[in-house]
């Protein structure tokens, strides 16, 4: 899987992070529908293996696993069916064992110094978190010394202010709670889940 170019392309990852998910296919066909097939499933979220192993049977989806914080939980994560992996911090076991088994990963940055880190480990691309509270702006500080650099911005990210930082450079946002709100994954209230998602989509096409 080339993620760099699915980034490229779609523009925006959604993660789902919830206290449960009854409907895993669901969620993620939902998802795809809606124009956001790029998904990661948290880690955090009970039974989160499972769930990987089920959605990432719905055509269309092209489902990872986030908050990965060990190589066992990489390899567990991608033997369920996970095609790429995000990190929360710059976590080098993670990108060793995503590299040794062909799969990508999003290392977790904040501070330039992270940033270089994630890119000396071999991230594919790298997260920054938290987006909202340090602002478009910092998308173009960071490009600076890291001209090129694909950053992934998430955090407090919505369809108000989703766009502006991929105007300041970023390659990709991520949809979160604002979209999939823990409480719509674990009722599977899909009809709402379709609608912010699809809101979400046109407001980074804005001019």
Known sequence: ??????????????????????????????????????VEFS???PDALNLIELASTVDGVLLGAGTVLTAAAARDAI???????????????????????????????MTPTEVAAALDAGSTAVKVFPAARLGPAYVKDLL???????????GGLHTGNAAEYLAAGALAVTAGSGVVAPALAAES???????????FVEALRQP
């Open 43 to 45: 880690l955090t979220t």
């Open 79 to 109: 033997s369920a069916g996970a095609r790429f992996l995000l990190t929360p911090g710059v976590r080098p076991d993670v990108a060793v064992e995503a590299l040794r088994l062909g799969v990508p990963v999003v290392l977790g940055a």
């Open 144 to 154: 600076g010394p890291f001209p090129g650099t694909p950053l992934v911005m998430t």
């Open 1 to 38: 899987m080339d993620l760099l170019a699915e980034l490229r392309a779609r523009r925006a990852l959604c993660i789902v992070r919830a206290p449960a998910i009854p409907d895993p296919v669901g969620l993620a066909g939902t998802l795809v529908d809606a124009g956001l097939p790029l």
């Open 189 to 199: 209230r899909f009809a709402e889940i379709r609608t912010r998602a699809t809101e």
